[in-house]
T-cell receptor, first 109, second 115 residues
Framework: GQNIDQPTEMTATEGAIVQINCTYQ??????LFWYQQHAGEAPTFLSY??LDGLEEKGRFSSFLSRSKGYSYLLLKELQMKDSASYLC??????????WGAGTKLIIKP | IAGITQAPTSQILAAGRRMTLRCTQD?????MYWYRQDLGLGLRLIHY???????GKGEVPDGYSVSRANTDDFPLTLASAVPSQTSVYFC??????????????FGPGTRLTVL
């Protein structure tokens, strides 16, 4: 079966750095996405990785290792507005997204 | 430019009733999707359409139907609602024909409660 695993919840301090991990087992791989979802709102696109390595985008970076079926999202200089759920999704061989349950990130002052 | 709109925003429905959730996009994306999101579970694909005139079944299609008569609209119908269909429903679209990431853009969601 297809499976995406991420921690259910994480807590971090304002101004710090946090890493959210995602492991996957899917039928085929055509890229990995990270989305941010604030409570009661729609998911919004954060990052995309299809090749191994690190993609940096301002305070957010995403890493991919296809051989390990592993990705992480790194958030630097945390702000209170970063409190949200972070969703990992893999595009499979049918070009459909398989979604993890999301990681709820709580930022404390 | 609105992006993707969904209607209604929320709805309380009696079991057994028929309900259509509306979704319209103005980005001229060829692909559209319907997901449901339940607490503790990831987004689950109900139905999708890669282009106007075609539809496909996702992971959880039972009890739902869709149509794609044109590029912009992708309604989701519950023929006879049941309490297990209580969920938040998101419509999304993506431009599969273009270059780039082909990321999905989401509507604001419809919160549906079936009693």
């Amino acid at each position: 079966g297809q499976n995406i695993d991420q921690p259910t919840e994480m807590t971090a301090t304002e101004g710090a750095i946090v890493q959210i991990n995602c492991t996957y087992q899917t039928s085929g791989f055509n890229g990995l996405f990270w989305y941010q979802q604030h409570a009661g709102e729609a998911p919004t696109f954060l990052s995309y990785n299809v090749l191994d390595g690190l993609e940096e985008k301002g305070r957010f970076s995403s890493f991919l290792s296809r051989s390990k079926g592993y990705s992480y999202l790194l958030l630097k200089e945390l702000q209170m507005k970063d409190s949200a759920s972070y969703l990992c999704a893999v595009r499979d061989s049918d070009y459909q997204l398989i979604w993890g349950a999301g990681t709820k990130l709580i930022i404390k002052p | 430019i609105a992006g993707i709109t969904q209607a209604p925003t929320s709805q309380i429905l009696a079991a057994g009733r028929r309900m259509t959730l509306r979704c319209t996009q103005d980005m001229r994306h060829n692909a559209m999707y319907w997901y449901r999101q339940d607490l503790g579970l990831g987004l689950r694909l109900i139905h999708y359409s890669n282009t106007a005139g075609t539809t496909g079944k996702g992971e959880v299609p039972d009890g739902y139907s869709v149509s794609r008569a044109n590029t912009d609209d992708f309604p989701l119908t519950l023929a006879s609602a049941v309490p297990s269909q209580t969920s938040v429903y998101f419509c999304a679209s993506s431009d599969l024909a273009g270059g780039g990431y082909n990321e999905q853009f989401f509507g604001p969601g419809t919160r549906l409660t079936v009693l």
